[in-house]
């Protein structure tokens, strides 16, 4: 391994905060982000969010980590600045909101022209070339992460592939650096230009929507014409070809990546002719509607949602499928209860954080992800979670 280098991190969700935790087991790491409350839990070892790895790596190893909301501090002396700020997608324009990478991106190069930029955030196909025109600068590229919810860390340790748009001495450098702190040997580092690199992430992300979208429509099938969706999966997946696995029906693909970036693909494909893109974003929207039907037809007075979370060891509910169910419902006028052990209040739904309360009150209880604190009362629960896995 080469001298320790200095790195700046821009952003502490699981992107950012998982590739901190990595890069600062060998080299000094400084995250910057703009809420106090997370930078002071960073400095004291408290991981701000919930991810096993995460919090064990907090706990028990020697990291050179430091926060801080002070931009130049976290920016003026580092050879490398990663981004990993949020990029919502905005439904009336189209694309993704890319104003905190652009904003990090200016104060980089007010205090630093020497750093080099690696966005980590999702971005449209083409942002890094917009932005390299843009800013008169060409060390910028792009690194897409491929992470779960809940295991951010662990897929940084044992990355499936390293994927880095700058075929350079600062691409190969930059890939070296996630090579040397991870703990799979042999991982394959792929070089491309940034605008491929950007299409690969939204490519990826979109082929596990559409498989999701998939087994999701299997299930619907099976529930209506009252088959036994598990037999049909199963058997469908003794296929190689096609595999066991992210097959689980759910109420819908949720989360901050898959909505987002099939939505910011499509908007991608504006004169390009394609049919599959646009439908996998229609049929998550029709999954839902057909969720909601199957829990009216039960004809409830009070209808129970057992957490807002999308996967089962998650703390983070943003953009759940479980949040459209919730609304759909809502205006159908339908008395709702939530049980969230996380929150005290969600706008104007009632909270329930006692389970054996929200139990009792609750004529059915509607769970995207299943869980054995509902054994007791599986008769009135309502989930497609048939194989209890994300």
């Known amino acids: 391994m080469g001298d320790i280098m200095k790195i700046a991190v821009a952003g502490t969700g699981y992107v950012g905060l998982s590739l901190a935790t990595l890069l600062s087991t060998k080299n000094e790491v400084l995250a910057y982000d703009i809420v106090e409350e997370k930078v002071n839990k960073i400095n004291k070892r408290i991981s701000p969010i919930k991810d096993k790895e995460l919090e064990e790596y907090f706990k028990n190893k020697k990291l050179n980590l430091k926060a801080t909301t002070d931009y130049r501090k976290a920016f003026e002396k580092v050879e490398f600045v ?88 600062k691409g190969r450098k930059f890939a070296s650096l996630l090579k040397e702190c991870s703990l799979k040997e042999d991982i394959v580092v792929k070089y491309m230009t940034s605008t491929e690199a950007e299409a690969v992430k939204l490519f990826a992300n979109t082929y596990l929507a559409v498989r999701v979208a998939f087994f999701n429509e299997v299930d619907t099938y099976a529930e209506v014409k009252h088959l036994n969706t598990k037999n049909i ?142 054994d007791d009362i599986k008769e009135k629960v309502y989930t497609r979670d048939l194989f209890e896995r994300d």
């Open 82 to 169: 990663i981004i990993s700020t949020p990029t919502n997608y905005d439904e009336v324009t189209n694309y993704f909101d890319t104003t905190s990478v652009e904003d990090i991106i200016r104060k980089v190069i007010s205090i630093n022209k020497d750093a080099t930029i690696v966005i980590k955030s999702t971005i449209p196909v083409g942002f890094t070339d917009k932005v390299k025109e843009k800013y008169k600068i060409k060390n910028i590229f792009f690194s897409p992460e491929f992470l779960r919810e809940g295991h951010a860390l662990y897929d940084n340790l044992y990355p499936s592939r390293i994927i880095v748009g700058s075929d350079t001495d």
């Open 233 to 374: 999966i199963e058997g469908v997946c003794l296929d190689p070809r096609i595999g066991d696995n992210y097959n689980n029906p759910s109420f819908g693909y949720g989360g901050y990546c898959l909505p987002k970036d099939t939505k910011q693909l499509l908007a991608n494909y504006k004169d390009i002719p394609q049919n599959m893109i646009e439908a996998v974003v229609k049929s998550n929207e029709t999954r839902k509607e057909h969720i909601v039907d199957m829990i009216l037809a039960k004809k409830p007075k009070v209808v129970g949602i057992y957490r807002l979370t999308m996967k089962s060891n998650s703390d983070n509910f943003r953009a759940s499928a479980i949040l459209d169910v919730i609304t759909k419902l809502k205006l159908k006028n339908v008395d709702i209860v939530i049980y969230e052990p996380t929150i005290k209040d969600y706008y104007d739904f009632r909270v329930e954080n006692d389970i054996e309360k929200f139990k009792e009150i609750s004529d059915i209880i509607v769970a995207n992800r299943y869980s054995s604190v509902l």
